[in-house]
């Protein structure tokens, strides 16, 4: 008999609904699924498809701490999550906030781990012991003493882990977990993910970068955008057999996936779809014809005028970080530029230099023409726009109307004019229905859509986007994306920090690599990733689309350097 048969489930969700205050829609309608224990399922849906809903459902927060109209039940090993308190439950079930911030509670990286088997009353030596076990396993150990507020988005990410490992927790759910950790903390965090499910603990993982976690999981549940359960079952069965359902719904396909599903649309013969490179090798048509690929190089910048000219560029904050070292970097207008390194790189922090947020302890920064410091703030404004990494940093009005249309009011517009920018952004950016929705109340993909759209429609000349897709399903990302692409096409210099390769591949002009705060590489993304000993140096990887290059030359041989889904498909039609 297998032993599994002898436990409770994990979980077991029960025609599970719920509605937020205010909303006449339920974020949840008739969710039911089941998870036995050593299991592990990954939740997939569009933006405000009630993901991260679910995951407070599945650990007590709702209906205990979380306000709204629930239906149905969980049941935690068992236990209905009605009946027993939150506390009862946390032993059962860990969660990793998508907003790690939201769990923070403490000063200290240290004491912020060992909160949670303190207030299980876990001996003393023991609460030391499982928190630096899990400071260690994420990689934050020389990190222990170092103040949160301190830390970047991508560390606070681990941080969040290691709360939730230090619980022993026999049920893990993550939501998000790798969404601010550039690809080799992520790889790691996965890994540690990995251990914890063969020693048993099951994992609900909701996450986008599919290509991540497809080792990990055994089965997968689909909500569409209303919160209804479209379907759960088995990872190749949601994926591959559901991938054009998917694809139209805009949710994000493994890449070697969705390459299959496009090939499809243009004629291409697929029998099956791949899910992983190593399946794409064998199952996407064998290259042939016309090899060519037209290589584009970096643009010549539209002109000599410098957007951004940042010289000698340091800053150290409070705790002795050293976050920036003589950082010299010159941006023309027009450009298109992405920001990329390891967390704790000083990315962010050049980006708050830029908005003048910090103040530069040596160097010098220059934004349209002229030094910062001596730039007013409405000046500043009008210059520069700046999309933080966490959405709720830059929120100050108690709706989402309110919110487009706090800058534009700076500017002096006319109210007819400010409604008809309101309403073209509600529209684009999906955020149409919520305009009497406080921002704090949305969800984080909604959140990070508001904060786009709020400053793309102030008509700055620089902006500067902080993980701009961080959050979104594939459509919304696209759309976001391709808002970002014309402003640019129009003249607007961009500088974009992220950990996707895939959106620096496809979009930017030029990369700037940043690693314990010195500039180490600025060149295009094509020669960026013609350099293998570089990208390990600073803890990156190549986007999914030349590890599919590489395969095929290994394979075929005479395959080029593809570096993105398009020039794939350009490649691959010659075969049809």
């Given amino acids: 008999m297998d032993a599994n048969a002898e436990q409770p489930d994990a979980l077991s969700v029960e025609a599970l609904s719920f509605r937020y205050p205010a909303r006449p829609a339920p974020a949840l309608s008739n969710v039911g699924f089941r998870l036995r224990a050593g299991e592990s399922v990954l939740i997939l849906g569009p933006s405000g498809s009630g993901k991260s809903t679910l995951a407070l459902a599945l650990n007590g927060l709702i209906p205990h701490a979380v306000e709204g109209e629930a239906h149905g039940r969980v049941l935690l090993r068992g236990m209905d999550t009605r009946t027993y308190p939150v506390a009862r439950l946390s032993q059962e079930a860990g969660l990793m906030f998508q907003d790690p911030d939201a769990q923070f ?19 003393a030596e023991e609460v030391r012991a499982r928190a630096h076990d899990a400071l260690r396993t994420v990689g934050l150990w020389h990190l222990k003493d170092a103040r949160i507020d301190h830390l970047s988005g991508g560390q606070k990410q681990r941080l969040a882990a290691a709360c939730a490992l230090a619980m022993h927790a026999s049920v893990l759910i993550c939501d998000e977990p790798t969404a601010n950790l550039d690809p080799s903390g992520a790889r790691e965090l996965l890994a540690t993910l990995a251990r914890l499910g063969k020693h ?9 970068r599919l290509d991540d976690v497809l080792r990990l999981v055994d089965s997968a549940v689909v909500l569409d955008a209303g919160g209804n359960l479209v379907a759960a079952g088995g990872i190749r069965d949601e994926l591959a057999g559901r991938a054009d359902e998917l694809h139209s719904a805009g949710v994000w396909l493994p890449f070697a996936t969705e390459l299959g599903v496009r ?3 243009i004629g291409c ?47 150290r904050y409070e705790d002795g970080t050293q976050a920036l070292e003589d950082v010299s970097i010159e941006v023309f207008r027009g450009e298109f530029a992405a920001v990329i390194g390891p967390n704790g790189s000083g990315k962010s922090t050049l980006g ?15 934004v349209c023409g002229k030094p910062v410091s001596k730039l007013t703030g409405a000046e500043l404004r009008q210059c520069i726009g ?32 400010i409604e008809r ?62 808002s970002i692409e014309e402003l640019n096409a129009g003249g607007v210099t961009v500088l974009m920090v992220t950990h996707d390769m895939g959106l620096v591949a496809r979009y930017a002009h030029r990369v700037v690599v940043l690693v314990g705060g010195r500039l180490v590489f600025t060149g295009s993304p094509r020669e960026l990733f013609a350099r293998p000993d570089l990208l390990e140096a600073a803890g990156l990887e190549p986007p999914p689309a030349l590890v599919l290059s590489r395969a095929l030359q290994a394979r075929y041989g005479g395959y080029p350097d593809a570096i993105t889904m398009s020039e794939h498909v350009h490649l691959l039609a010659a075969t049809k």
């Fill in 200 to 208: 048993g603990t099951s994992l609900v993982i909701i996450e986008h």
């Fill in 352 to 366: 708050l230099a830029l908005f003048g947020a910090l103040a530069p302890q040596r160097g010098t920064v220059e």
């Fill in 105 to 123: 509670c403490c000063l200290t990286a240290e004491e912020e781990v060992a909160f949670g088997p303190e207030n299980l009353c876990v001996p």
């Fill in 269 to 315: 013969t697929v029998p099956e779809l791949p899910l992983t490179i190593e399946e794409a090798v064998e199952m996407l048509p064998k290259p042939s014809g016309d090899l060519r690929l037209d290589l584009p190089t970096c643009p010549a910048p539209r002109g000599t005028e410098l957007a951004v000219r940042v010289a000698n560029l340091s800053f």
């Fill in 421 to 482: 920018r309101v309403r073209a952004a509600l529209d684009r950016f999906r955020l149409s229905g919520l305009e009497t929705s406080h921002p704090y109340r949305l969800s984080q993909g909604q959140k990070r859509r508001l904060s786009v759209a709020a400053m793309l429609t102030g008509g700055q000349q620089v902006l500067v986007l902080d993980e701009p897709t961080f959050g979104q399903d594939r459509e919304t990302a696209e759309s976001l994306m391709g």
């Fill in 263 to 265: 090939l499809r649309r």
């Fill in 386 to 417: 700046y999309v933080f990494q966490n959405p709720e940093h830059q929120f100050v009005a108690d709706s989402v109307r309110a919110e487009l249309a706090y800058g534009l009011e700076r500017l002096g517009l006319s109210e007819t004019e």
